[in-house]
């Protein structure tokens, strides 16, 4: 038997219980009653949801927990920054939606399906904090792997740079003028375009990084790769003051654009 009808049958029996003793003016009685009856409410009305919410969102936090480094690698790659540094949160909105549907919803309990769709913004925005405090403690790309898409290669690069103490901005995929990362520290703004190639990187990537520094007013501009440079785009760089980096390079960044310019 549902609990929930249980209660309610009590509640309507100490009613009727409660109108007896009124028709035979029992004071005592009446308190008892009315009593019993506030208490009845509180745990049906009050105590089962509070257990029922607890539980759906311990239920939410195991499963998100067990899908951590995938939502940070996703929130690192979708969260992008517009021209004026405001964060594009609408991807990644869509992103825990699908996680939320997806994932979530089929690990729950057919009874807890209900109460996720009563609490569906508050469950979507305790798997948003989650992340981002998980994102806190640990870097989304920890390695660099050959086998990561561009985007990826992008988050990468951004985390070097967080862990080094530069406040990054990631802008977005599109239309971002030959800018993919922008760092700042210490009043030194760069710019960087990052490349994941299998060849050397020739002047198309140096002529863009040029471009994108002056439209996005950084003081010097950079572009990272995983691997090599062709002799012409070095010598462009060394024209237009681009500095040409390998991945590993990142954390001395502030040190090379400083003795770059001694």
Not at 81 to 88: N, R, T, V
Not at 202 to 229: C, D, L, S
Request: aromatic share 8%; net charge positive; hydrophobic share 45%.
């Amino acid at each position: 038997m549902n609990p929930i009808y249980a209660i309610l049958g009590l509640i309507l029996v100490m009613g009727w219980i409660f109108l007896d003793l009124m028709r035979n003016n029992d004071s005592g009685g009446i308190v008892f009653v009315f009593g019993l009856t506030a208490l009845t409410g509180w745990v049906l009305f009050v105590l089962i949801p509070k257990r029922k919410r607890d539980a759906l969102f311990e239920r939410v936090d195991t499963i998100t927990d067990s899908h951590i480094d995938a939502l940070i690698r996703q929130q690192t790659i979708l969260v992008r920054a517009d021209p004026y540094g405001k964060p594009l949160l609408d991807k990644w909105h869509s992103e825990i939606e699908y996680f939320l549907t997806h994932h979530v919803r089929q690990g729950l309990k057919p009874d807890q399906i209900p109460w996720l769709e009563n609490q569906r913004n508050v469950v979507l925005e305790r798997i948003a904090q989650r992340v981002t405090a998980a994102a806190r403690q640990r870097p989304a790309l920890p390695s660099m792997s050959p086998s990561m898409t561009g985007a990826e290669f992008e988050g990468f690069c951004a985390n070097q740079l967080r862990a080094c103490g530069w406040a990054v901005q990631l802008t977005p995929l599109c239309h971002d003028q030959g800018v993919d990362v922008i760092a700042e520290k210490k009043g030194m703004r760069v710019a960087l375009q990052c490349k994941l190639y299998s060849n050397p990187v020739g002047n198309k990537a140096v002529q863009e990084i040029a471009a994108g520094k002056v439209h996005q007013r950084a003081h010097f501009g950079a572009v990272v790769t995983n691997g090599t440079f062709t002799a012409s785009a070095k010598e462009l760089a060394a024209t237009n003051g681009i500095q040409l980096l390998h991945h590993s390079d990142l954390p001395q960044l502030d040190a090379i654009i400083m003795q770059s310019v001694q």
